[in-house]
């Protein structure tokens, strides 16, 4: 069964730096989208994008981030200055077109910000 | 706004047996969707089930099926004949009726459910 794929499945980074998250949606599917859980907490959303464009973000999503889909395959997620505070688990997420389909997540990136 | 609410934080369960993980919600949209997902201690996240808030009859995908009683903002998942894999934090989820390409789900906190030999 096709799946969400991420990489890589841990970062390491330093405060301050950029990172870049990848992600490779289900192929057929329109939908994708950033989530985040911190550890011990709720999954919260970051953004969605349809039609080359994001649709829609939450107020964790501010400048410091910016999503992109470079070719027809990889969804990306990049953070310009990481904090400490973004250490978390990032999903990336797709789904088909229609109300009712349910969102397929990858696996996760575990970031650490040291 | 849309909340999820998850009130037991852990729970056991006998191999064999049936469980019921809680889940109440609350929404004004009219429109909406219920889902259930599983995230083993490896991370990921396992889509389960979903029940749209207009269907008729209560969703069921193999040994999971979804409780939904709408008067109630309920939506409760039944696992039946619990197996050691389905040790796992699960996590109740809505999407509300936001727009085209919209689809920000709003999670609960989750249950941790643990299957016992």
């Known amino acids: 069964e096709p799946e969400v794929t991420q990489t890589p499945s841990h970062q390491v980074t330093q405060m301050g730096q950029e990172v870049i998250l990848r992600c490779v949606p289900i192929?057929?599917?329109?939908?994708f989208y950033w989530y985040r859980q911190i550890l011990g907490q709720k999954v919260e959303f970051l953004v969605s994008?349809?039609?080359?464009?994001?649709?829609?973000k939450s107020e964790i999503f501010d400048d410091q981030f910016s999503v992109e889909r470079p070719d027809g395959s990889n969804f990306t997620l990049k953070i310009r200055s990481t904090k400490l505070e973004d250490s978390a688990m990032y999903f990336c997420?797709?789904?088909?077109?229609?109300?009712?389909?349910?969102?397929?997540f990858g696996n996760g990136t575990r970031l650490t910000v040291t | 706004a849309q909340k999820i609410t998850q009130t037991q934080p852990g729970m056991f369960v006998q191999e064999k047996e049936a469980v019921t993980l809680d889940c109440t919600y609350d929404t004004s949209d009219p429109s909406y969707g219920l889902f259930w997902y599983k995230q083993p201690s490896s991370g990921e996240m396992i889509f389960l089930i979903y029940?749209?808030?207009?269907?008729?009859q209560n969703a069921t995908e193999g040994r999971y099926s979804l409780n939904f009683q709408k008067a109630r903002k309920s939506a409760n998942l039944v696992i039946s004949a619990s197996q050691l894999g389905d040790s796992a934090m699960y996590f109740c989820?809505?999407?509300?009726?936001?727009?085209?390409?919209?689809?920000?789900?709003?999670f609960g906190k989750g249950t941790k459910l643990s299957v016992i030999p």
């Open positions: 192929s057929n599917h329109l939908y």
């Open positions: 994008f349809y039609n080359n464009e994001i649709s829609e």
């Open positions: 989820a809505m999407r509300g009726d936001s727009g085209v390409g919209s689809y920000q789900l709003t």
């Open positions: 029940q749209g808030s207009y269907d008729q």
């Open positions: 997420a797709s789904r088909k077109q229609g109300g009712r389909s349910p969102l397929h």
